[in-house]
């Protein structure tokens, strides 16, 4: 059983900060590429970042030069850290990896998803 747990979504004011964390846990061989999506209200779930297993980053086009993703692969950990964040940033925040299993069941997995609200 694998399993992706979210961390750091919370309310913070237009400007600030947060860093957003995701472990992934479980019977895990190995993870290719880990990325971020959100979703606002009433619209589908969209990519904010993507990184995969070498370091190879992308970037929803909104976000670009604010956020930045990063991993730790012997952590099995992803980080978002976002700044200069703006109220249209407000939105549930999921974290995604695609894996291994250690009986060799390849699977993509999602977070709980985490809320984060900018509002002055």
């Known amino acids: 059983q694998v399993q992706l747990v979210e961390s750091g979504g919370g309310l913070v004011q237009p400007g600030g900060s947060l860093r957003l964390s995701c472990a992934a846990s479980g019977s895990i061989r190995s993870i290719s590429t880990m990325g971020w999506y959100r979703r606002f209200p009433g619209k589908e779930r969209e990519l904010v970042a993507a990184?995969?297993?070498?370091?190879?980053?992308n970037y929803a086009d909104s976000v670009k030069g604010r956020f930045t993703i990063s991993r730790d692969n012997a952590k099995n950990t992803v980080y978002l850290q976002m700044n200069s964040l703006k109220p249209e940033d407000t939105a549930v925040y999921y974290c995604?990896?695609?894996?291994?299993?250690?009986?060799?069941?390849?699977?993509?997995?999602w977070g709980q998803g985490t809320q984060v609200t900018v509002s002055s």
């Open positions: 990184i995969t297993s070498g370091g190879s980053t």
């Open positions: 995604n990896a695609g894996l291994l299993t250690t009986d060799l069941l390849g699977m993509r997995y």
